[in-house]
């Protein structure tokens, strides 16, 4: 395995007003992944990119980028990063073609490039590009925020609730422009309190609470190795309640009683599927269709929080 | 170094300035005209001369001080309150730009303003009123040192500020106040005792007569010491920011 991009270790966070907003946090992010940081508001997930980006001093721990000690080394580690706040913090009176100019000449590139009117052309900002951001919609000062994170070329970025308060067809566009981004070798972090968003999006998913990191897999690998599974069964005759004798499984009504739902453990060794049915019969309770899902990521997010929060 | 993050923020600066035209420059020279037809005009027709140099000459050098102090403060402090004040300052503090360059952005853009500011004021004044210039390299280093001093001040004072309130008030109720009573419009040795001894407490005296010493050849105190206390103040300025920058007050949390 090739070494991570980003490497955080041991980063932790008190406020001065006492507040822990990060405990100890070990991440590593591998190139060219999308990596989901999700988790509730106030779970630490923007403390957690301030740190990283150095907007925010962090009281313990080191965080190395590209091989360079943020801390140590700020410059050449920060070049690499580009941050797509939460906040639409625009300078309004400017145009979002000098904007974006500004953006690159912070991070220490010269404008001899085509290199601004590329990322505006990707994102649909082209014809606005001589507009002054105050005349933009909210969607448009968005991407104005990816344009600027985008015009000194990073390895990484860092998107900040990129979808929060934006319409469903933009949210597609990011999406889309998330994709597109990686296909080009960028290494993209975004937080989101969406479960949605990082199912769709991202590679590995990391879940955050209460300033803990509570667990960092695959995606695919979390939903696995979490996910529970829902038996439906459709009875013949509704019920209104699940008789005592089935109380050695973990059952519900649904659907005004039509049907009688099964939560299992698809890891379990036995899923007490077939003596459920076995029981059934005994009872004399006839059904006419059996239906199983997995849980969605919410689910195990739920889940998850719930009991990191004990 | 990086170059391009200091240019990026001194054309920013300078945009900005260039966009209020109007409240940046125009302002300013109508404000000292008015200055000039009150107390040149109305007033210095009283008063004829002042230690030997008619009183409408005497007062050029006094007025161009009080426009750069209040300017430099000004520019310097909006320039770093704003972005504070709006959420872009994000994108600063997480640039690969150190504390030193970023002064040099932010406070060389507001001293260029305040420079050019002092020269269109004097351009002004000479339309009115004969002025002798006796030392003008020394006439220019005040002028550039007493810029920079001042934009580093209003630099700190808008880290500082919370609101625009805070960020009107030190040139409000501090800098004009202490230009009025700092020998701008009179020589502070026609004041009687004890007025004269507290004045010598006012740093803008040493300013305003070292100011005037470059243009007339004759200050209220020696030039030497109006130097000293130009770039004393200059240093104090510098080591608060140095301090700001290594502890992140009220920029970083």
């Known amino acids: ?310 | 170094m990086n170059v391009h993050g200091i240019l990026a923020i001194y054309k920013f600066e300078m945009a900005r300035a260039l966009r209020t035209l109007w409240q940046s420059l125009v302002t300013p020279v109508i404000t000292t005209s008015l200055y000039f037809v009150v107390f040149g005009g109305a007033l210095g027709s009283q008063i004829k001369e002042v230690d030997g140099i008619a009183y409408g000459s005497f007062i050029v050098p006094g007025l161009i001080m009080m426009s750069l102090l209040t300017q430099s403060i000004s520019n310097a402090s909006i320039g770093i309150y704003f972005p504070k004040f709006t959420g872009t300052i994000f994108e600063l503090l997480s640039a690969p730009i150190n504390s030193m360059e970023m002064v040099i952005g932010y406070v060389g853009a507001a001293a260029t303003k305040s420079v050019v500011l002092g020269l269109i004021i004097l351009a002004t004044a000479a339309l009115f009123v004969p002025i002798p210039i006796h030392h003008p390299f020394a006439m220019v280093a005040f002028l550039l040192l007493t810029s920079i001093t001042f934009s580093l001040f209003g630099f700190i004072i808008g880290v500082w500020a919370k609101g625009f309130e805070q960020l009107n008030f030190v040139p409000a109720l501090l800098i004009t106040p202490l230009t009025f009573l700092g020998g701008a419009f009179y020589s502070i040795s026609k004041l009687p005792d004890p007025w004269r001894t507290f004045s010598l407490f006012n740093p803008v005296v040493y300013l305003v007569s070292g100011f005037r010493w470059s243009f007339f050849d004759k200050g209220d105190v020696p030039v030497g010491i109006s130097l000293a206390a130009t770039g004393g103040f200059m240093l104090l300025c510098l080591a608060v920011i140095a301090w700001i920058f290594r502890t992140g007050y009220r920029l970083k949390n």
């Not at chain 1, 580009?82 to 979002?96: K, S």
């Not at chain 1, 209104?240 to 739902?261: A, C, F, H, Q, V």
Request: with cysteine.
């Open chain 1, 1 to 310: 395995m090739t070494e991570p991009i980003l490497s955080v270790r041991g980063v932790s966070k008190t406020y001065a007003s006492g507040v822990h907003a990060l405990h100890a946090v070990d991440l590593d992010i591998n190139k060219g992944e999308i990596f989901a940081l999700l988790g509730p508001n106030g779970a630490g997930k923007t403390t957690l990119i301030s740190i990283i980006c150095g907007i925010v001093t962090p009281s313990t721990g080191t965080i190395t980028v590209g091989g360079f000690d943020a801390i140590g080394q700020p410059k050449r580690a920060r070049r690499q990063i580009g941050l797509v706040p939460q906040e639409l913090a625009t300078d309004m009176f400017e145009t979002v073609e000098s904007t974006c100019r500004f953006s690159r000449g912070l991070f220490g590139h010269p404008q001899k490039s085509d290199h601004i009117e590329e990322v505006l052309r990707d994102l649909s900002l082209y014809d606005k590009r001589k507009s002054k951001i105050m005349e933009l919609s909210g969607g448009m000062k968005r991407r104005v925020l990816i344009a600027k994170a985008l015009a000194h070329e990073p390895h990484i970025l860092f998107l900040d609730e990129p979808t929060a308060g934006v319409d469903v067809e933009l949210r597609r566009d990011m999406w889309k422009l998330v994709h597109r981004l990686r296909e080009k070798g960028t290494t993209i972090i975004l937080t989101t309190h969406y479960i949605e968003e990082a199912e769709e999006m991202a590679d590995r998913v990391g879940v955050i609470s209460g300033g803990k990191l509570l667990v960092v897999d695959e995606k695919t690998a979390l939903m696995k190795k979490l996910g529970k599974r829902e038996l439906d069964i459709a009875l013949n005759e509704p019920m209104s309640t699940i008789p005592g004798d089935l109380g050695d499984w973990e059952l519900s009504l649904e659907n005004e009683g039509k049907t009688l739902r099964y939560v299992f453990d698809a890891q379990a060794e036995r899923t007490g599927i077939p003596s459920l049915l076995r029981k059934l019969a005994d009872l004399n309770i006839g059904f006419k269709d059996l239906e199983t899902s997995k849980s969605s990521l919410e689910d195990i997010f739920v889940d998850l929080v719930k009991e990191g929060g004990k």
